[in-house]
């Protein structure tokens, strides 16, 4: 029996003769963009994201995706179902069917639209260039990425560290802009990690994303590959093979998590993608090779169906940067520089592409790469500081002229039904809430580091090596929450809450 059969049959007797479906999710904010997390398996993820964005889902697929296939809809949903074309894993099938359930539980219905329609609405980009759909009116995301590491960055707030700076540019239709969303993945499979999608209500799968790990992989559109793809080639959907490399724990089981996981995972599909795409890559700079922190890959349809590059290749882009847009550089050496590149590149050469700084690095993106009002987000991450600010475009103005969202990643990936003293002993730090003076003790395990974190991202103090018992003077520290990280030397985090009081 075809496996999309199959699975559906098991997950419709599941959800009509069990008890009916928690929701395993909490609303962090219910307004564009909306920002939810969800927790347990995949179903029930998607059940929740289908429960609590329900109504923005609808607004999207009927606004956006149901015009795109217009004619062709039917026929693409028979291609995904029978499986040859695009290769759908069955953990995504069934959080797309926990996504359909959970809009039904939520008041969403509308006949004929399941589980495919929400497949079709995360893998239109693969669909619109099998040569069956070309006479499809689609249109992908632009963007542009700048990362900066080591020397590039090295004497300035975050010396040394990694950092990207993203631009989203893409369709200012309405249900675009008024129904994005960041949604918060805690998985309950011991093979999978926490991570986080931005992007639009209805995505199951990564355009721009991040994990606990701090690997971030960022999706353009490559436009001058000319190629397209074939049916029957069992070609894997590039936000499907993107969320496999953030969300497995070590999806190469090398030990680390870095590029070399993106790398991997877009191995894996032998017979290259349906389109041209670009992968921007991100890790922590704490590898000792440039190329496991930062790497672009550059995919198509013909050989060479994929190509990777690093600091190693002649961009003429200097120092520890790398930059992408829309062309292929390395593929073909095709050094296809546009208008945008040469902007970035001429701005870094300014400072011989060293001193970037978090507010250099923006403004050299918005003012050098961003495709003016159809700028729909432009984000920046600093893996190492767990930090991550997202402007969104607000319908009048775009996401480059307004101001940028901060989000606490070690906060946002704490678990939400487990209190702080299961996750680290009260006894670590104490009192809880304090004020001018906070005791440190640990004697439980060897530590790397430990890391004060306030809600505005800002690291306040760091205890590195071993120390078993440290006291913080914290009265100068602003009142408010802080999140406790405690790197342990076998690498693993744990993290906790601790409240400042005025």
């Known amino acids: 029996m075809n496996k999309f059969i199959l699975l559906l049959l098991l997950i419709t007797l599941f959800t009509f003769t069990g008890k009916s479906q928690p929701v395993n999710g909490e609303v962090l904010q219910n307004s564009n963009p909306y920002v939810i997390k969800v927790w347990g398996n995949h179903y029930e993820r998607g059940y929740a994201t289908g429960y609590l964005l329900a109504q923005p889902i609808y607004d999207i697929y009927t606004g956006y995706i149901l015009p795109l296939f217009g004619s062709n809809l039917a026929l693409a949903k028979t291609m995904l179902q029978e499986g040859s074309t695009l290769q759908i894993e069955a953990n995504m099938i069934s959080e797309a069917q926990g996504v359909i359930d959970g809009m039904t539980a ?4 509308a006949t004929g639209f399941d589980y ?10 693969d669909v619109q260039n099998i040569n069956t759909f070309l006479n499809m009116p689609g249109s992908s995301p632009g963007c542009s990425s700048l990362i900066s590491w080591g020397d590039a960055t090295s004497g300035t707030s975050i010396d ?3 950092m990207i700076t993203r631009n989203l540019d893409w369709s200012t239709n309405a249900p675009i802009i008024n129904n994005q969303a960041i949604v918060i993945h805690l998985p309950s499979e011991s093979d999978e990690q926490p991570w986080l999608m931005i992007g639009f209500a209805g995505q199951i799968g990564v355009l721009s994303g991040v994990n606990q790990s701090g690997l971030g992989l960022f999706q353009h559109s490559m436009s001058d590959s000319y190629s397209t793809g074939s049916l029957g080639l069992h070609y894997q959907p590039i936000w499907f093979c993107l969320r496999n490399a953030l969300e497995k724990a070590d999806y190469n089981g090398d030990g680390f998590c870095n590029t070399l996981d993106m790398r991997s995972s877009v191995l894996s599909s ?3 993608y349906a389109d041209g795409f670009i992968i921007s890559a991100i890790a922590k700079n704490t590898f000792g090779n440039d190329s496991l922190t930062a790497m672009i890959a550059e995919l198509a349809p013909a050989q060479p169906t994929m190509i990777f590059r690093d600091n190693t290749f002649p961009d003429s882009i200097p120092g520890d940067n790398l930059y992408a847009a829309n062309y292929e550089i390395k593929r073909l050496n095709h050094m296809h520089f546009c208008s945008r590149y040469d902007a970035v590149k001429n701005a870094l050469n300014s400072t011989s592409g060293n001193g970037i700084d978090k507010a250099d690095s923006w403004e050299i993106m918005a003012d050098s790469s961003s495709a003016g009002f159809n700028n729909v987000q432009m984000m920046q991450y600093i893996p190492e500081d767990d930090a991550l600010w997202v402007s969104f ?19 946002l990936f704490m678990p939400t039904n487990v209190s702080s003293s299961s996750i680290i ?15 440190f003790n640990c004697t439980d395990f060897e530590l790397q580091k430990v890391r004060f974190i306030s809600s505005d991202g800002i690291c306040c103090f760091t205890i590195e090596g071993s120390s078993i018992y440290k006291e913080i003077n914290t009265e100068c520290w602003n009142s408010g929450l802080y999140i406790v990280e405690i790197t342990k030397k076998d ?4 993290i906790s809450k601790w409240i400042k009081l005025p």
């Open 106 to 109: 939520a008041g969403i219905t």
């Open 116 to 125: 495919l329609d929400l497949l079709l609405g995360n893998t239109f980009l």
């Open 160 to 162: 040394g560290k990694s």
């Open 270 to 272: 032998i017979n290259g």
């Open 393 to 411: 475009h607000s319908g009048d103005s775009p996401a480059s002229e307004n101001t940028p969202v901060f989000y606490n990643l070690a906060e």
């Open 425 to 439: 002993p009260s006894s670590f730090f104490y009192p809880n809430p304090g004020n001018a003076t906070l005791h």
């Open 491 to 494: 690498g693993s985090t744990l």
